[in-house]
């Protein structure tokens, strides 16, 4: 007696079976970069873009300390916070437009001292030395060192009764027991410290960019006759134009900004002449109450370096195409 199998012989091994196909989502290779940047993109939105948009609402805003429970309740006042702001025949215009002095030339001093320090440390570690990779690593430190600790130490140093400054100037018979965080010479503290944390930026982008400058042509300079002085004039200096241009900008933005260098250096009671314009903000919004008005300042700093980074954009790439 025989037994016939009904059963259907299995599939072999590898094909695939029988109903509907399920096609694999494809990404386009234009969409890559876009879904590489969306991370970015949103934090970049959750932390700057968000808060920006929530400040600027608030600049139209009566936002004092009887309304900070229920801020989206205050008086909606329109313009008045910029009107009061920049009404430079009350106190608050005269205190806004000086400390808009005290901030611009800050930046100009410390963006210039800055970029030439860092070019002469960059010109100077050019050629190969012993020792030099030792002396990149040491003029790396103050901008490596945290922010805090950097502007502490510096505090620490320019102490009217214990710091190093006046003991040195002591010891050298230039007189001691100066008040460098008091008066006219807290701009000079300031301004010191800044440079002091900056300079090892512009000396690291100014190298990076001398390396890519062909050898030869300073080799036929020489050959022509042209000294030191008139090689870094004619050849460095051009040459290092577009690294120039934006390390130039970036530093313009990051003084002009500052905060914490004034803040840690001075605490609350900053000196006059040392009143930057963050600062000058800060005090309006957290100490005076008055959070409409500040919003409405940091605004006009934020549309004040807006127009500067697009006139000096549009400068700089004129100049380029003219070259």
Known sequence: MTVTSTAQAAPPSGAEPDGPRRRRPRISKRSVPYLLLAPALFFELLVHIVPMLGGLWMSFLRLNQFFLREWMSAPFTGLDNYRFALDFDGAAGVELLQSFGVTAAFSIITVGVSWVLGLAA?????RSFPGRTLLRGLFLVPYALPIYTSVMIWKFMLDRSDGMVNATLSDLGLGGERFWLLGNNAFLSLTITAVWRLWPFAFLALMAGLQSIPTDVYDAAAVDGAGLWQQIRTITVPMLRPVSQVLILVLFLWTFN??????????????????????????????TWNFGLGSAMSTLLLLFLLVITAGYLMLTSRRSRNA
Do not use: G, K, R, T
């Open 122 to 126: 960059a010109l100077f570690l050019q």
């Open 258 to 287: 500052d905060f914490n260098v004034p803040y840690l250096l001075f605490d609350q009671a900053v000196p006059s002449s040392a009143n930057l314009i963050s600062i000058h903000i800060y005090q309006n919004s957290f100490l």
